[in-house]
């Protein structure tokens, strides 16, 4: 081996050692900022998670806000149909409605008519006869009452029928104690009192 081979030996395994430095500097480099990219992008993702998160909620938010605007929108229509098929049966039962009260009125003046007809003319008829009449007469008396006692309170849940269909749905939607249902308790816990008519 000559002496110009035995220095070019040292020299080139340096040379090779820096290059070989160079490029795991280099590498290095390239890692560096391959790991600053890669951090760069999850912070992105992570943002557009975040943000694709709140716009969901939002627009579950918004979703739900229609859902119930189109219950309420569906709970008016009911109560304005449930309104009007009220008022027509509220007008379609007060005319006859009318006409019992009246005419209970009429039957009361009727008896007692009848009452002072029978006093005159009790001299004329015999002491049984005129219990019996007497009798019969009283009862239809407290019957003409009854009839006209239930008339009023019918045509007063009548009347609470026709101010609950007017009422407006914001309001109707609350349960309250109505007229109607006051007064139609009044009718369902109240018997019927006065005496029976006895067959003739």
Do not use: W, Y
């Not at 609350?174 to 249902?181: A, D, G, Q, V």
């Amino acid at each position: 081996m000559t002496p110009t081979s035995r220095c070019q030996g040292p020299r080139a395994l340096a040379a090779l050692v820096r290059h070989d430095l160079q490029n795991l500097r280099e590498n290095t480099n390239l890692l560096e900022a391959l790991q600053q990219q890669i951090t760069v992008l999850d912070q992105q993702v992570e943002e557009r998670t975040k943000e694709l998160r709140q716009r969901n909620e939002q627009l579950q938010q918004t979703m739900d806000q229609l859902k119930e605007m189109q219950d309420q929108i569906v709970t008016q229509q009911k109560l304005a149909s449930l309104g009007a098929l009220t008022a027509g049966i509220a007008h379609e039962i007060k005319n006859p409605l009318n006409f019992v009260t009246n005419f209970s009125e009429l039957s009361k003046d009727l008896c007692k008519e009848l009452r002072e007809i029978l006093q005159k003319q009790r001299a004329r008829l015999e002491p049984a006869q005129a219990d019996d009449i007497e009798d019969l007469l009283a009862t239809l008396e407290q019957n003409v009452q009854k009839i006209h006692e239930h008339g009023k309170r019918a045509d007063s849940i009548v009347r609470g029928m026709l101010l609950h269909s007017r009422a407006r749905p914001e309001n109707a939607s609350r349960p309250t104690s109505t007229p109607l249902s006051m007064n139609m308790s009044g009718c369902l816990s109240r018997p019927a009192r006065g005496r029976t008519p006895r067959s003739i």
